[in-house]
């Protein structure tokens, strides 16, 4: 629900905002200067290495350039001066003689326990005291057992595993302390000269030394005597070299045992950290300065005929890129400002009064802001394409062959198809100015896009089938031919194939404008609701099924709505309104009385009133009803907001005079709120609306008429309009005095159509086709049976019994 609210807040501002308009030109100026400004400021280099200088050529102000070849050298230099970073954990050689101590020392507690208890049982024994030991050979079979089951807690503790024949060397030699003391002498030995994982990628900077790193206490050195460290296969021989002298005294097996022990807690304790290096590297080519020269105001840079080296166009380059900078943002603010007063001129004068963009103004500034950055992008790409296929075709076609072919013009049709010919024309001219500036301001571009958008709208502006905007595209493909052939003689390029591919790329961009149009008529209904004659016309045929519904349930309703639609029709041509959106609103006015058809007259029959039997604010609640059920039915069936505006607004803020009459007869004058009598409105806010609603009162108030002359019906048609004129229901729209006038005149004609007077025939001249005896067809009609019974149900020949009696 919150986001619901939201969008709906954001919706009601954006409708009624009056910073949205300038919000879109400011928008729209700065999507066409950032897009196609850059394009504008190109500066070609004029010379390569090796060329010869056609004239000399100072430095126009002090100016440093970048020696980028000098930078790079000094930032690979400070790169290659950073020193390889090594991790020394010292800790390692503590860390593993305490896993050998702890290891040893569980086993030899376990050896320590047993001798005690031997002992025990040999004093208890010598002074005669009962004992309970054991045999000595159960004795000794058990506590092997028991060494023998700590073997894998011993091999976890190490972090290796131990051969069979190696732990009972350790079990025989009682694990030991001597055997704990030489093994961590020679690890020592080992791990303080230091061992490295890869010791050949070590040496690579034995030149340079290495930054030797403690891990725990971060403290770091230059280390340059890199030869002296071991290798891990290096260690593990070294193992065998330092401990031969120290085990010389002992048995063979034991050495071994003890050398393995050691070979196997050797593990490298300097390794490579080379995120670390690598991030220094980082530091050290970053914290390099660019190395630039000062070039002086007049300074020579390239003389006549002196061939360009490589230092003289690192310096013209720079000018160069200088020279464009400046003249980018000086072009930039100019082009800003220039189409900022173009927009803003055109809406002044165009687009901010105009009557057809008053209804929903934002949204309708919204679209044509839409069209325009669109074809503003089309114009750009088109623009690189040409140039760069002018380039890359096999055979002479210019890009000003080619651009006759953008189909711009699509625009101004899309605009006259939804908005008409008045707002089409000064975007088509905007849209042509900005496509010359966009072709580096180019005249023949400029009158070419303007004619050809000022024709295609005028031919599109009628359109009302498919195949109109086949036909307009096809006229307007003729005219770029035309435009084609002048300017190509104008720019004095008069070659055959010249002419032959401008005429081929003109049409094709004729019939393009076209083929678009119709592809983006759609899309831009989905996405503004805007209808086009052609939806009009889908909507006017009277077999949809609304219509037939509202014929089938209500026909008194659908009758009068087809001649409201008749009228207003008619009279949309008087005032400049769209007849066709006039005529389809009326058709679609009185939807809503089909949720309840029998409580308007028009659908009563018998003469059977049911309001008769309600109280008159009841009454006025199911009319005024009528309208929320005709808007709730039509946004059903998915019709224009248009129709749906126009269903609202059809009876505007009138009064429901007939039962606020009788309410006050009934309940007296103060008792009753005019306002429970009025309809919700608003009041009509377009031509057509305002015709729908004049019609409407017009058509039904004429059926009231005993004898309708032409006078009377005249008279009646000035009363209605004089008195909505007067209630203040035309405020909102853009009709004229004028305009009522027509209106009325063209009511009067159509409503006389309808109540003309005819002839009467006798019964029996009906049955001869209107020839009596005297065989003349304006005889005075016979006298009718009073009987209207008897003569029903008399069974003469002649007769259809009970016709239309239901």
Not at 444 to 471: D, H, P, T
Not at 623 to 649: C, F, T
Not at 655 to 679: H, P
Request: aromatic residues 8%; neutral net charge; glycine residues 6%.
């Amino acid at each position: 629900m919150d986001i619901e609210k939201r969008k709906k807040t954001v919706s009601e501002w954006f409708v009624s905002s009056h910073g949205v308009p300038w919000g879109l030109l400011v928008a729209v100026t700065l999507i066409f200067t950032g897009i196609f400004t850059p394009s504008m400021v190109s500066i070609q280099h004029t010379y390569q290495i090796g060329d010869v200088a056609d004239r000399d050529i100072k430095a126009p102000a002090d100016f440093f350039i970048e020696d980028i070849q000098a930078t790079q050298a000094n930032r690979r230099q400070a790169v290659e001066s950073v020193l390889t970073v090594y991790d020394h954990d010292v800790s390692l050689l503590k860390k593993t003689a305490q896993r050998v101590e702890k290891a040893f020392a569980k086993i030899r507690s376990v050896l320590e326990a047993e001798a005690e208890n031997q002992i025990v049982q040999i004093t208890e024994s010598a002074t005669g005291a009962a004992t309970t030991a054991y045999p000595p050979k159960e004795e000794k079979k058990s506590i092997e057992d028991q060494i023998w089951q700590l073997k894998p807690a011993f091999e976890k503790e190490l972090g290796f595993s131990i051969s069979k024949a190696a732990y009972r060397i350790l079990i025989k030699e009682r694990f030991s302390e001597e055997i704990t003391d030489y093994t961590i002498k020679i690890l020592s030995q080992i791990l303080e000269n230091g061992v490295v994982t890869n010791k050949d990628l070590l040496l690579r900077d034995v030149d340079r030394g290495i930054a030797l790193r403690e891990v725990d206490s971060k403290n770091e050195h230059v280390e340059q005597n890199l030869k002296s460290y071991y290798g891990h296969d290096q260690a593990k021989t070294m193992v065998r070299v330092i401990g031969q002298p120290l085990l010389k005294d002992h048995h063979h097996s034991l050495r071994d045992v003890i050398v393995d022990f050691v070979q196997e807690l050797v593990q490298p304790n300097i390794t490579l950290n080379k995120s670390e290096t690598e991030e220094r590297k980082k530091r050290a080519a970053a914290e390099v300065k660019p190395v630039l020269y000062q070039i002086k105001a007049g300074e020579m840079l390239l003389r006549e005929g002196e061939r360009v080296a490589e230092v003289q166009l690192l310096k013209l380059k720079a000018i160069q890129g200088q020279v464009k900078n400046e003249r980018l943002l000086a072009v930039s603010s100019s082009v800003a400002v220039l189409v900022l007063c173009l927009f803003m001129s055109t809406y002044l004068l165009y687009l901010q009064r105009y009557p057809q963009l008053e209804t929903d103004h934002n949204k309708n500034l919204l679209f044509i802001a839409s069209v325009l950055v669109a074809f503003f992008i089309l114009a750009r790409v088109s623009a690189s394409v040409s140039e760069s296929m002018n380039v890359t075709m096999p055979f002479s076609i210019t890009a000003a062959s080619m651009w006759y072919g953008i189909p711009i013009a699509s625009a101004a049709m899309t605009v006259c198809l939804f908005m008409g010919l008045d707002v089409a024309i000064p975007v088509a001219m905007v849209l042509a100015v900005c496509s010359a500036i966009i072709f580096k301001n180019r005249l023949e571009v400029f009158i070419y896009f303007l004619i050809n958008g000022f024709m295609a709208a005028y031919w599109i502006q009628s359109c009302r089938e498919r195949k109109v905007f086949i036909k307009a595209g096809a006229k307007l493909g003729c005219v770029n031919v035309v435009l084609a052939t002048a300017i190509n003689m104008y720019m004095a390029e008069i070659t055959g194939l010249e002419f032959v591919s401008g005429w081929i790329f003109a049409f094709l961009g004729g019939i393009g404008a076209g083929i678009i149009t119709a592809g983006i008529a759609p899309i831009v209904e989905i996405a503004f609701g805007y209808p086009t004659d052609i939806t009009l016309l889908e909507l006017a045929n009277l077999d949809r099924p609304i219509l037939r519904r509202l014929m089938i349930e209500a026909p008194g309703t659908y009758h009068h709505s087809v001649i409201v639609g008749s009228l207003v029709e008619a009279a949309a041509s008087e005032v400049k309104a769209n007849p066709l959106l006039a005529k389809v609103s009326g058709y679609y006015h009185d939807i809503g009385k089909i949720r309840k058809p029998l409580y308007f007259i028009e659908n009563q029959a018998n003469g059977k009133n049911r309001h008769d039997k309600l109280a008159p604010s009841m009454s006025s609640l199911i009319l005024i009803a009528h309208v929320k059920n005709g808007v709730e039915i039509a946004r059903e069936n998915k019709l224009p907001q248009v129709i749906i505006d126009s269903i609202r607004q059809h009876h505007g803020t009138s009064l429901i005079s007939y039962f606020f009459d009788k309410a006050r007869q009934l309940k007296g004058e103060d008792a009753v709120k005019i306002d429970n009598f009025r309809y919700p409105g608003p009041k009509p806010q377009t031509r057509e609306a305002a015709l729908v609603m004049l019609a409407d009162v017009v058509e039904a108030a004429s059926r009231t008429l005993e004898n309708p002359t032409p006078a009377r019906i005249q008279g009646l048609v000035q009363h209605l309009i004089n008195k909505i004129f007067s209630d203040g229901q035309l405020d909102h729209c853009e009709l004229t005095l004028k305009d009522l006038d027509n209106i009325a005149k063209s009511f009067n004609k159509i409503l006389n159509g309808i109540h003309h007077h005819r002839i009467e025939y006798s019964e029996s001249s009906a049955i001869t086709k209107g020839k009596g005896k005297n065989g003349g067809s304006d005889q005075q009609p016979a006298k009718q049976n009073q009987d209207n019974t008897k003569e029903n149900g008399s069974k003469g020949p002649g007769r259809l019994k009970r016709l239309g009696i239901s």
